[in-house]
């Protein structure tokens, strides 16, 4: 039985190192633990004195995690805990994007920024626009270019009839950048 009682016998470092510090026991064990110093094992006072000093500094963030006991190895420090950003960060973070979504939120509706699918709807329109009047042209003088002779009245007639398809174009163009509605400003692209 008295070996019993040795064996859950704690090895008595962390007292000592709580009075050798003039801090309780249970700050102790926390300021340990934080620094990477296992007191359940025989450790170096003065290594801790530096550790918990070091953590004490104004520039903390660097002994955000806890220092491992031997700096070259990473076993007691958690690897995904490295990847994740602390609770500051984040809040930060989501703080910059709702700054972001309010700012997208205040260009629309003062018409300086519109949503992309209007854009691509708008273009595609357009676009075959352009396409259905050029390929109009041909419908529209064929009978009068059949029953021409003359080189350069053909030339003419083709150069007439593209200009005013590419004036409609224009017309239709500033039509689509004009403001449908009232007190609406152009559309900045």
């Not at 009068?144 to 080189?151: F, S, V």
């Amino acid at each position: 039985m008295d070996n019993a009682i040795q064996t859950r016998r704690r090895p008595g470092y962390l007292k000592r190192y709580a009075d050798h510090a003039g801090i309780a026991m249970s700050s102790a064990a926390e300021q340990l633990k934080r620094i990477g110093i296992d007191y359940h094992q025989e450790f170096d006072f003065l290594e801790a004195d530096r550790r918990r000093e070091a953590a004490r500094h104004a520039a903390r963030s660097a002994f955000a995690h806890p220092i491992p006991a031997d700096p070259m190895s990473d076993e007691e420090v958690d690897p995904e805990t490295k990847k994740h950003p602390t609770f500051i960060e984040s809040q930060a973070e989501r703080e910059r994007f709702r700054a972001k979504l309010t700012e997208l939120e205040y260009l629309e509706r003062i018409k300086k920024l519109i949503p992309a699918e209007e854009v691509d709807r708008e273009w595609f329109r357009l676009g075959r626009l352009v396409r259905d009047t050029m390929l109009n042209i041909p419908a529209r003088i064929a009978a009068d270019l059949a029953h021409e002779t003359d080189h350069r009245k053909v030339q003419d007639l083709l150069e007439r009839q593209i200009y005013q398809a590419l004036e409609t174009l224009s017309g239709e163009g500033e039509q689509a950048i004009q403001p449908s509605r009232e007190g609406e400003s152009e559309v900045v692209r």
